[in-house]
């Protein structure tokens, strides 16, 4: 069965599962599913513990079917934790989550918890994974998104009894902090647990947030597509920013930029050839987010705007790899913002003609 993450405490709080199974690439959170699981056993009595990490091909699964088989002489309920760090059990590792599943409901006295990283749709569909999903509760943890960050930090906010000012000062202050935790949900908690030892319950302002909040946000080069695509300058700008600063490659900046400017190019001139926009989408393989942010803004690029940036991302190319090209800055971090925000512009131009 699966369980919308929102949803398991209050499950828990009904009952448990013999079998739990929680698959997804933000470790706080799944950190806080795993913890919530295991209290609730441990308040039903199950307070013996083990754990088995799966790493390498010669793990001895034998020795988990043994431990989901066996209690100590102190305890008569018992945890069985099973961490799978790459997401892959491997053929002999497959035919064992399989067999823990066929006995989990039968196994009143052992509670069985599978760790998995994200898993991509053809994992999630195999046989072990859906004897899992079919014999308990799975429950997929997924990141927080940045437009959902203020309200994420608003709610933690509360949590520890303090909130910001209403209002305009409020929407200022939540998204300054998500701009300084964007993309490392870790450090977002650690640095809203600090405001709660920093200052008493209650309202906080601005300028507490301000000094407080360290400047502790990750970047994915891979999302600088979605914001480059929504047309949002200046975030463009910060992400640009902390990526160089983390010490991001600039050929894979480049190539984000490139591959956007490509596929654009190539579903331009499919429309132009008659084919259906979902067709055009499809072939070059964009769907999600991509294919709706694509949608938005095709409509209102002209073949002329894609080839000039096709040409800019080609001497943008050159000037990564160590060339020089006239009118372009000539060190790679520069040159790379020009192309993102020429790109930028250029979409956030078509959302506005729309």
């Given at each position: ?16 599962c ?56 102190f ?14 059990p ?26 998995l ?12 994974f ?21 309200q ?22 939540l ?35 301000e ?6 946000a ?9 914001v ?10 910060r ?38 926009l ?6 070059q ?38 060339l ?24 956030g ?6």
């Amino acid at each position: 069965m699966q369980l919308p993450a929102t949803q398991l405490q209050g499950h828990l709080q009904k009952g448990l599962c013999p079998l739990y199974t929680l698959h997804g690439d933000e470790p706080l959170l799944v950190q806080e599913a795993a913890d919530a699981i295991r209290a609730a056993a441990r308040a039903r009595g199950h307070t013996e513990r083990t754990v088995h990490t799966v790493a390498g091909a010669h793990f001895d699964w034998g020795a988990v079917l043994a431990a989901g088989q066996s209690l100590s002489l102190f305890a008569d309920r018992q945890i069985v934790e099973i961490r799978v760090p790459s997401g892959k059990p491997g053929k002999d590792g497959s035919a064992a989550l399989q067999q823990l599943a066929q006995a989990a409901p039968g196994n009143e006295g052992t509670l069985t918890l599978v760790l998995l990283p994200r898993l991509d749709k053809a994992t999630r569909t195999g046989a072990w994974f859906g004897a899992l999903d079919g014999a308990g509760v799975s429950v997929q943890i997924d990141p927080v998104e940045r437009a959902a960050l203020p309200q994420w930090i608003a709610q933690r906010l509360a949590a520890q009894g303090q909130r910001v000012k209403p209002g305009e000062e409020g929407q200022r202050t939540l998204a300054f902090f998500a701009d300084r935790v964007e993309g490392n949900l870790l450090a977002a908690h650690q640095e809203i647990a600090k405001l709660g030892l920093l200052h008493p319950a209650g309202e906080l302002d601005f300028g507490q947030v301000e000094v407080a909040v360290l400047n502790v946000a990750r970047y994915d080069v891979f999302k600088l597509s979605e914001v480059i695509l929504g047309g949002r300058r200046e975030r463009v700008q910060r992400m640009l920013d902390g990526l160089r600063a983390e010490g991001e490659a600039e050929v894979l900046v480049h190539y984000a930029l490139a591959e956007d400017i490509r596929a654009l190019k190539r579903v331009k001139d499919a429309l132009g050839e008659g084919r259906p926009l979902p067709v055009a989408l499809r072939e070059q393989r964009v769907w999600g987010l991509r294919e709706r942010l694509f949608e938005r803004v095709l409509p209102r690029l002209t073949d002329m705007q894609l080839a000039n940036l096709l040409h800019a991302a080609h001497q943008v190319d050159g000037i990564v790899k160590g060339l020089r090209s006239p009118g372009w800055p000539q060190e790679p971090w520069p040159a790379l913002h020009r192309l993102a925000q020429s790109l930028c512009a250029a979409c956030g131009g078509a959302q506005a003609a729309r």
